[in-house]
T-cell receptor, first 116, second 119 residues
Framework: ETGVTQSPTHLIKTRGQQVTLRCSSQ?????VSWYQQALGQGPQFIFQ???????GRGNFPPRFSGLQFPNYSSELNVNALELDDSALYLC???????????????FGEGSRLTVL | AQKVTQAQTEISVVEKEDVTLDCVYE???????LFWYKQPPSGELVFLIR??????QNEISGRYSWNFQKSTSSFNFTITASQVVDSAVYFC????????????????FGKGTKLSVKP
């Protein structure tokens, strides 16, 4: 067990709705990354937060947004949900000395989102 | 562009057989990191190994071993004497060293290889 916890574990939304997913990072970790994993695919990088600031973003539209709080926990928000947003959303935390460090990622078990 | 290819979609073996999972990567960077993760049905990605591009030594950890060959851009993973508990999806991933102002250390995953070990 990595110590990274995500909530909720499962949820169902309808197209056009908004969703917030939450992640508590492992103790002592200052960096949180979010990944989207569609069924049968590898995870794809959404964005990363380092010390409460966005520190890199993958190829996802602006309706995917996030936050990191002073305790380094994080939220992923998705607006105007589309059917293709159905996926497992994985949060990973790591400890970085500086923004350019490549720290080992510790993943949570994910939040499975179904959009109907 | 960076890319990771895991050509084997699914592999099925009988317990105690050896099995090798292939991984081929593409990158323009000279400094990069390679990873293997295991994903059991619970969904959590379990870290197995990280290798930097300057370290081509093969590594063995118990029944697991990794063969890194820069000449062929491959980073293959072998499980010796497989067990039912090894059944999972295995992902190979690539991370480039951070560039100024760019995304740093983010993982590019292959599509994964589903390993089924039957008793």
């Amino acid at each position: 067990e990595t110590g990274v916890t995500q909530s909720p574990t499962h949820l169902i939304k309808t197209r056009g709705q908004q969703v917030t997913l939450r992640c508590s990072s492992q103790s002592g970790h200052n960096t949180v990354s979010w990944y989207q994993q569609a069924l049968g695919q590898g995870p794809q990088f959404i964005f990363q937060y380092y010390r409460e600031e966005e520190n890199g973003r993958g190829n996802f539209p602006p309706r995917f947004s996030g936050l990191q709080f002073p305790n380094y926990s994080s939220e992923l928000n998705v607006n105007a949900l589309e059917l293709d947003d159905s996926a497992l959303y994985l949060c990973a935390s790591s400890s970085r000395i500086n923004p350019r460090d490549t720290g080992e990622l510790f993943f949570g078990e994910g939040s499975r989102l179904t959009v109907l | 562009a960076q890319k990771v290819t895991q050509a084997q979609t699914e592999i099925s073996v009988v317990e105690k057989e050896d099995v090798t999972l292939d991984c081929v990567y593409e990158t323009r960077d000279t400094t990069y990191y390679l990873f293997w993760y295991k994903q059991p049905p619970s969904g959590e990605l379990v870290f197995l190994i990280r290798r930097n591009s300057f370290d081509e030594q093969n590594e063995i950890s118990g029944r697991y071993s990794w063969n890194f060959q820069k000449s062929t851009s491959s980073f293959n993973f072998t499980i010796t004497a497989s067990q039912v508990v090894d059944s999972a999806v295995y992902f190979c991933a690539l991370s480039e060293r951070a560039n100024e102002g760019g995304s740093q250390g983010n993982l590019i995953f292959g599509k994964g290889t589903k390993l089924s070990v039957k008793p």
